[in-house]
């Protein structure tokens, strides 16, 4: 008997101490000092992080697939896509990144498909774009199609969330030479 009630007496203590405070809460809320809003965004303030990063080069098919090829050596073709494509850790929504390529010297005419913000240095060596995009999956991505101008050599790609480095990509952009 004395068992069930010590169990009835600590089980009801757990119980008053729960709505005790939940009451202290919803009085902090009532007067403007927290709320479940804000309580709720503190805990969604863990950074974005990435659980994979790849960079390589997009070929798409006659039926408009996209076959993507992990590599750090690009062919220089026109209409040849190269790009990178980033898996966020455990995130869906609404994301903003930003994207710093880097080439070894300018090329003739730098351009963005829909209008994005696209940033140059002052040596057009350099160019920042900034895309916000929903993700569903967790997967971002940017692909640049090369152009007649572009050059060969040693570029690199870093990827920012936050301004925050979440992945950085260094590859080459050879030419195909004809015997």
Do not use: C
Not at 55 to 71: A, E, I
Not at 79 to 103: A, H, M, P, S
């Amino acid at each position: 008997m004395r068992k069930w009630t010590a169990t009835i007496v600590v089980t009801s203590s757990l119980l008053i101490t729960g709505f005790i405070a939940s009451q202290a809460l919803s009085s902090l809320a009532g007067n403007g000092i927290a709320s479940s809003q804000s309580i709720s965004q503190l805990s969604n303030t863990k950074p974005i992080t990435a659980s994979k990063a790849e960079f390589g080069v997009l070929r798409v098919d006659s039926k408009g697939q996209g076959n993507f090829t992990p590599t750090t050596r690009v062919v220089l073709y026109q209409g040849g896509k190269y790009g990178w494509r980033i898996q966020l850790k455990n995130y869906k929504g609404k994301v903003t990144w930003r994207e710093v390529l880097r080439l070894p010297k300018p090329p003739e005419t730098w351009a963005t498909d829909d209008g994005e913000s696209l940033s140059l240095s002052s040596d057009g060596i350099e160019a920042v774009t900034t895309r916000t995009q929903v993700t569903f999956d967790g997967k971002i991505e940017n692909f640049w199609t090369m152009v007649p101008g572009d050059p060969g050599g040693k570029h690199q790609i870093q990827v920012y969330i936050d301004n925050r480095l979440i992945g950085s990509f260094d590859f080459e952009v050879v030419s195909l030479r004809r015997n």
